[in-house]
Structures are given as C-alpha cells and as structure tokens.
C-alpha cells in the first residue's frame, strides 16, 4: 500500500510569490493534517481537515489556507511568501478524527528566497 | 512554559549502550503520547504509543507518568541504525500533534 505521499518534493520561491503544496493520503484515511517543520525545531501544527471540513488551526496567520477535496486530497496555500516561511511542510493522514496515530509524507521543502 | 519540553541533547552513546530520554508537557489535559524518531532531513516516523501501563518493543520501552506529566523512552543495547533524532509527542483534543523540540542521539561504535 502506498503511504502519504506529497508533491513537489521542493521547491524554491522568492518573498511576495504564493505556493501551492499537495497531499494525498493513505488509501482510506480520511483526515489530514499539515505542519510546518523549521530547522532544529518539531514540527508545528497549522490545520486539520477531515470530511473536507476544517476541524482544526494551529496559530498561523491568514496567509496560510487549506482545503480537502472528495478524495480526501488536500492542498496547503501559502500568499505573500516571507522569508521565515521556509520550512519543511509536512502532511499526516489518519483513518479518523481522533487519539490515534498519524503517518507523515516525505514533506515538501520550501526555500523562500 | 512549552508545551511538551526535551533534553535536545546530543547524546553521544557507543554501540550496546542503553540511553534514557525524557519529556515533560503541560497540559493535564492531554490524552495520547507518542514517540516518534526522525532521520536527518526525512520525515517523522512513529516509533511507539506510550501507555500508562508502559510499554515495550524489542529494545525500547517507554512509560507515561500522567501524575508527573512525564514521559519516557529507554533505548537498550544501541546499534548504529538507532542514531536519530527522537520526537516527544502529545495530542490535545484530537486534532493537533504537539512535538518537542526533539532530542538527538547519536551512536558510535
């Protein structure tokens, strides 16, 4: 079974520009996640979806949006890009809103510059 | 006070070593704990759920002190293959995953 898988792998932007990043989940799994790793740092939590409902938002400005679609896919957006926006974006899936696990992508790495 | 604090370490162990981790969170609240181990510039991977009864697999064990708020991973006989980074996790309210900074571990023969 294939795993959660992301696209582009990176990607290379300068400030002001908008990125589009993609998420597909694992066959089944109908939640999704996305977090934002900076370098030297976890992972950070920006939003959930599940049902292509939002179900949850990290502390993140309004640059940032996301949408599910159908096949539970899911697109992070992120407008006038800053600097500090670099970042290794990761997606999760789980099967269900809930305490259970979540499995991450490979991530996208984005160089803002 | 962050929300789930770790040692960043590094820990610098040789080969057959055991090695201890901690985590402490905030939230009383907080309902599940895991373990994740991170390679260098890969994603996150889960290592174990922690459980108040503890838990083991193979050479690592870990253990949730919810009284203390305090979680644990112990590493025994360390190979090589174990040299990561090891994500302390919570989850709140069944949305978000909140990690630790995570603790680098580093095994030498």
């Known amino acids: 079974d294939a795993g959660v898988t992301q696209s582009p792998t990176h990607l290379i932007k300068t400030r002001g520009q908008q990125v589009t990043l993609r998420c597909s989940p694992i066959?089944?799994?109908?939640?999704v996640s996305w977090y934002q790793q900076v370098l030297g740092q976890g992972p950070q939590f920006i939003f959930q979806?599940?049902?292509?409902?939002?179900?949850g938002r990290g502390n993140f400005p309004d640059r940032f949006s996301a949408r599910q679609f159908p096949n539970y896919s899911s697109e992070l957006n992120v407008n006038a890009l800053l600097l500090g926006d670099s970042a290794l974006y990761l997606c999760?899936?789980?099967?269900?809103?809930?305490?259970?696990?979540?499995?991450f992508g490979p991530g996208t790495r984005l160089t803002v510059l | 006070r962050k929300e789930v604090e770790q040692d960043p370490g590094p820990f610098n162990v040789p080969e057959g070593a055991t090695v201890a981790f901690n985590c402490t969170y905030s939230?009383?609240?907080?309902?599940?704990f895991f373990w994740y181990r991170q390679d260098c510039r890969k994603e996150p991977k889960l290592l174990m759920s922690?459980?108040?009864s503890g838990n083991e697999d193979g050479r690592f064990t870990a253990q949730l002190n919810r009284a203390s708020q305090y979680i644990s991973l112990l590493i025994r006989d360390s190979k090589l293959s174990d040299s990561a980074t090891y994500l302390c996790?919570?989850?709140?309210?069944?949305?978000?995953?909140?990690f630790g900074k995570g603790t680098t571990l580093s095994v030498s023969s």
């Open positions: 999760a899936s789980r099967n269900q809103v809930g305490y259970n696990e979540q499995f």
């Open positions: 066959s089944g799994h109908k939640s």
């Open positions: 979806y599940y049902e292509k409902e939002e179900r």
């Open positions: 939230n009383s609240a907080s309902q599940s």
């Open positions: 922690v459980y108040s």
């Open positions: 996790v919570v989850n709140q309210a069944g949305t978000a995953l909140i």
